[in-house]
C-alpha cells in the first residue's frame, strides 16, 4: 500500500473527529493528511459498532474513513497479532490494529498510552 505512511487507531480519529486539541497537535505535528493515513478493519468496526451512534456521528466517520484507506486483515497481520497476544502486552482489538501497523510498516498514531509505550518499544526494534 504504497504512499500511506501512518495507521490511525480508534481513539485518534475520535480525538480528530471531535477536535481534541491533543490529537489535532499530533496529527499537525506529524504533517498528516487523510490521503496518506489508513485504519484497521477493526477500528472501522469499532467506529460505525458503537452503541448509541447518532445518525450525524456515523456520516461523519463514513466521510472521514472515505478519505482515508482501510486495511482488511491477512495472514500476516494475524500472526503479528497472535505473538502480541501470546506475549501479554495488548487486548485483542489493540494488538490487531498494533499488528496492523508492524505488518505493514507504517507508524501508528493513537491516543492511548498503553499501546503508544508498546509500539514505541517495537519501533525502537526496526
Known amino acids: 500500500m504504497s504512499g500511506i505512511d501512518w495507521l490511525l487507531d480508534t481513539s485518534m480519529v475520535i480525538g480528530l473527529l471531535k477536535d ?3 490529537a489535532v497537535a499530533l496529527a499537525e505535528e506529524q504533517e498528516l493528511t487523510l490521503d496518506r493515513t489508513a485504519i484497521s478493519q477493526i477500528t472501522r468496526m469499532e467506529l460505525l459498532g458503537f452503541p448509541g451512534l447518532t445518525e450525524n456521528e456515523e456520516t461523519a466517520i463514513q466521510s472521514f474513513l472515505n478519505a482515508g484507506h482501510v486495511i482488511l486483515l491477512d495472514a500476516a497481520i494475524e500472526q503479528h497479532a497472535i505473538r502480541l497476544r501470546r506475549a501479554g502486552l495488548l ?3 489493540d ?25 514505541s518499544d517495537l ?4
Open 123 to 126: 519501533y525502537s526494534g526496526w
Open 91 to 93: 487486548k485483542l482489538p
Open 95 to 119: 494488538a490487531i490494529i498494533a499488528a496492523t501497523a508492524i505488518a505493514r510498516r507504517l507508524r501508528l498514531l493513537t491516543l492511548d498510552r498503553d499501546l503508544s509505550k508498546v509500539m
Open 20 to 22: 481534541y486539541p491533543h
